[in-house]
Each structure stands twice: as C-alpha cells, then as structure tokens.
C-alpha cells in the first residue's frame, strides 16, 4: 500500500499525458460524518472524528462536454491538531472497485495525510468506469480524525496540493490532467465537556443528561404524613375540649383526659 502512494504522482502525470488539457475541474472536499454539512463541530478532549472525503467532477463550461469522469487522484488531508492522524479506514465501494491499477489510504505526516489516491487502469486497456463524480457528489472514502487534548479551535481541510485527472469524452483510454478545487473543511472546537446541540452547525458532543434529583424515601415520606396528621389530631382535640366546656364540663373532662393518649401515639409515630 506504502509502495503504491509513493508513485502516485509520477502515475498521474503519465496518464495525464495520454491526453489533451482540458477544462474540467475536481472539487475534494472533507465533511465530519455527523453533520455533512457543518461548518463547525464540537467535541471533547481526544474523541474521535469520523469524516468522509467527497469528490466532484464538472465542466468549467456548461456547453462544453470535456470529461468522462474521475480516472485519477492524489490528496492531502490537513489539520493543525499537533498530533498524528491515521490513514483512512477505507475507500466507499465504487473507489475500490474501479482504482484498482494504484490505491493508497494516505501516509500519516505530521498532523497530515498525504498522497490518499488511487487511478483506474487507463494505461494498460483494463477495466475502466465511466461518470466516476460527474455532475454529483461521490464518496471517495471515510476515516477517523484524532482530536488533540488541548482546548481550542483548530482547522481540517484538503491540501492545496492535491491532483486528479478525468478520463476524455472521446476515449475511456485516454485522461487528462484537471483543474482541482479544495471545499471549505470544517472547524473542530475541542471543549471541556460537549453538550447536546453543541458546535452552532453541528454539535458532535455527548449529549447532556439530566440532573436525576435523589428520591424521597417512601417510609420517609410516610412518617410524614402521620406526624403531619396526629399534630392535626391533636390540635383538634383541643379545641374539642374547648367547646365541650361551654356544653358538658363532664364532657370537657374526658376528652382532655385523652389527649395524654393521643399525645403517646404523636411521640411513638416520631
């Protein structure tokens, strides 16, 4: 695999000869695989990013039918995260079927990966497949990116260096060099603690969970309530006792000489 990204970009300009310059243009791009379409994620100290490579072929001029596809590449991935970054897990299905001739899943360089590519057999008259990224986005393959443990914002994107050819209109057997763009990349914002919604397009944070407040012990909340009633109870049997003296004094008497009772039961609940 090594032995392959090392002649990766002497296999493209041999291709590229094949043919006539062109105005078709690549576009690389590098998304995190939680939100596509962030411009920012967030995560915490070292997690791990998943991320996809895309790639796009176009015409500069709408009227003008000047490529057939995708029939070679060579890319970087860059970061300014301090430490080293694996290659790629691997290539989507389409890429490894049809980059059969050279396949590299990047070299790790720095916090870089270089020379992540792969050329279909355009040389040789093998197997070749047409439309590779025409006019749509296509997955070239998917990885994981190391976060650092220091906090702050850092960048990921494609290298500015990156190269593809694009296979002629006329002849599956013959590529030409293409004019090749970098998409935006994205922002890695290392917190503390990620929450959920985190990172304004895209949070990639552990969701927060919520504060579980201790339970109130059920026996708790029981003696509680007795306490609560027999202070009731006992607040009305006074004012019984009350009453009873303006009616029966005898009355009076023998409610007052319960309350003892009531009381024992009071302090017995407690």
Do not use: C, H, W
Not at 252 to 263: G, T
């Amino acid at each position: 695999m090594l032995g392959n990204a090392r002649i990766l970009a002497v296999s493209g300009l041999i291709a590229a000869t094949a043919g006539v310059a062109g105005a078709a243009t690549v576009r690389f791009d590098i998304v995190p695989i939680s939100n596509p379409s962030a411009t920012q994620i967030t995560v915490g100290r070292a997690a791990e990013i998943p991320y996809q490579i895309l790639v796009e072929v176009f015409s500069d001029d709408p009227g003008q039918v000047d490529n057939n596809g995708l029939s070679f590449f060579s890319i970087g991935v860059t970061t300014d995260f301090g430490i080293q970054q694996p290659p790629l897990d691997s290539f989507s299905p389409v890429i490894a079927q049809s980059f059969t001739s050279i396949q590299s899943l990047g070299i790790p360089q720095g916090d870089d990966l270089v020379q992540i590519g792969g050329g279909q057999d355009t040389l040789t008259g093998g197997s070749v497949t047409p439309g590779i990224g025409t006019n749509q986005q296509v997955t070239i393959g998917q990885g994981r990116l190391l976060a650092p443990t220091q906090l702050g914002s850092y960048r990921v994107g494609i290298a500015s260096n990156s190269q593809a050819n694009v296979l002629l209109p006329s002849s599956l057997g013959s590529a030409t060099q293409a004019n090749v763009q970098a998409g935006p990349g994205f922002t890695v914002l290392v917190v503390e603690t990620p929450g959920n919604g985190d990172g304004g397009n895209g949070g990639n944070g552990t969701p927060t969970q919520p504060t579980t407040l201790p339970a109130v012990e059920v026996t708790e909340f029981l003696k509680a309530n007795v306490v609560v009633v027999s202070l009731g109870a006992l607040l009305g049997g006074l004012l019984l006792v009350v009453a009873l003296a303006f009616v029966s004094p005898l009355a009076a008497m023998i409610a007052l000489a319960l309350l003892p009772l009531l009381l024992i039961g009071l302090l017995l609940n407690l």
